[in-house]
């Protein structure tokens, strides 16, 4: 792919993916934060706060960063404070939406696998703790990355931006890889993990509770709690999933450049990665549609009324 078609390409993408995103997200979280949807309060907060941190993504790291640094060459946005200080933002809003939605995998996993903590974990007030928790580390975390900035004086009086030089400073390049590892790596493996265990707990249980309703009910009736489970459990596939699956060249890019090889080839790889990472930003929506009907019943509402 060459340079010039790879710009045409993400220019197409972005701008689609800001008008699309933002509309969706907002759409989403005025449906969702209505409790219309036949899904639990814990569960809600869960989405709800996930759908926001997708819209800031779509916000700072998208119109802002992408689309504002294309287009506004030399504007405020080149700054070098406010370079800084969008470094920490952006990374803290794409650290804050993985770790959301590593919080809801494991909340659904503890809801299905782990009955006994069931009822002390998956509440309102514990998911309100963890969405306040994950933010405020998220943020924190990053707060250092606002110092690998430094003004361009060779670029005209106005202080523009420019990344410090920090690979050859052992404790600065340990900070930005370890960070790479906290966000994608570790949270990609850990919801890996957890549908699998989902996935194993909910075939032994499904083979257990099979047999004996065939002895006892000699098969004919249907399992009410085994069909809301399978509701909760594709609404949970369908979000880890889609994020396993637009994060994976990310990831791969990530061990292959980072971990093994070191390959400047891959650059092609890097934007694709890239992309695919912030598409993950408005799938949700897509998820939600297809996958609960009282959802898609309270946007065509919605529709109908405006």
């Given at each position: 792919?060459?340079?010039?078609?790879?710009?045409?390409?993400?220019?197409?993408?972005?701008?689609?993916?800001?008008?699309?995103?933002?509309?969706?997200?907002?759409?989403?979280?005025v449906?969702?934060?209505?409790?219309?949807?036949?899904?639990?309060?814990?569960?809600?907060?869960?989405?709800?706060?996930?759908?926001?941190?997708?819209?800031?993504?779509?916000?700072?790291?998208?119109?802002?960063?992408?689309?504002?640094?294309?287009?506004?060459?030399?504007?405020?946005?080149?700054?070098?404070?406010?370079?800084?200080?969008?470094?920490?933002?952006?990374?803290?809003?794409?650290?804050?939406?993985?770790?959301?939605?590593?919080?809801?995998?494991?909340?659904?996993?503890?809801?299905?696998?782990?009955?006994?903590?069931?009822?002390?974990?998956?509440?309102?007030?514990?998911?309100?703790?963890?969405?306040?928790?994950?933010?405020?580390?998220?943020?924190?975390?990053?707060?250092?990355?606002?110092?690998?900035?430094?003004?361009?004086?060779?670029?005209g009086?106005?202080?523009?931006?420019?990344?410090?030089?920090?690979?050859?400073?052992?404790?600065?390049?340990?900070?930005?890889?370890?960070?790479?590892?906290?966000?994608?790596?570790?949270?990609?493996?850990?919801?890996l993990?957890?549908n699998?265990?989902?996935?194993?707990?909910?075939?032994?249980?499904?083979?257990?509770?099979?047999?004996?309703?065939?002895?006892?009910?000699?098969?004919?009736?249907?399992?009410?709690?085994?069909?809301?489970?399978?509701?909760?459990?594709?609404?949970?596939?369908?979000?880890?999933?889609?994020?396993?699956?637009?994060?994976?060249?990310?990831?791969?890019?990530?061990?292959?450049?980072?971990?093994?090889?070191?390959?400047?080839?891959?650059?092609?790889?890097?934007?694709?990665?890239e992309?695919?990472?912030?598409?993950?930003?408005?799938?949700?929506?897509?998820?939600?549609?297809?996958?609960?009907?009282?959802?898609?019943?309270?946007?065509?509402d919605?529709?109908s009324?405006?």
């Amino acid at each position: 792919m060459g340079v010039l078609t790879l710009f045409l390409v993400q220019e197409i993408f972005y701008h689609s993916l800001a008008v699309i995103g933002v509309g969706a997200n907002l759409m989403t979280i005025v449906v969702l934060s209505r409790g219309n949807c036949g899904i639990s309060r814990c569960t809600g907060r869960y989405l709800v706060s996930m759908t926001v941190a997708d819209l800031l993504v779509i916000i700072f790291c998208v119109i802002l960063n992408h689309l504002g640094s294309l287009h506004l060459p030399i504007s405020f946005l080149k700054h070098y404070h406010v370079c800084s200080l969008n470094s920490i933002t952006n990374a803290a809003v794409v650290d804050s939406s993985v770790w959301l939605t590593v919080a809801f995998t494991l909340d659904r996993f503890i809801a299905v696998c782990c009955p006994k903590w069931k009822v002390r974990y998956c509440t309102e007030r514990t998911a309100a703790w963890v969405i306040l928790t994950i933010c405020t580390v998220s943020y924190l975390r990053n707060i250092p990355r606002y110092f690998t900035y430094e003004p361009d004086p060779t670029r005209g009086p106005f202080p523009l931006c420019r990344l410090r030089n920090l690979c050859t400073k052992t404790p600065w390049a340990a900070y930005l890889w370890s960070a790479t590892i906290f966000t994608p790596l570790i949270p990609y493996v850990s919801i890996l993990l957890l549908n699998v265990l989902t996935v194993r707990h909910i075939l032994v249980v499904s083979r257990v509770r099979k047999t004996f309703r065939s002895q006892g009910h000699n098969g004919k009736d249907g399992d009410p709690e085994m069909e809301s489970r399978r509701r909760s459990i594709i609404l949970l596939f369908a979000i880890s999933g889609n994020f396993i699956v637009l994060w994976m060249t990310r990831v791969v890019d990530f061990v292959f450049q980072e971990m093994l090889l070191n390959l400047s080839s891959m650059s092609i790889v890097t934007h694709v990665g890239e992309m695919l990472m912030y598409l993950s930003s408005c799938t949700n929506t897509c998820i939600y549609t297809l996958t609960q009907a009282k959802f898609r019943g309270e946007i065509l509402d919605s529709i109908s009324n405006s």
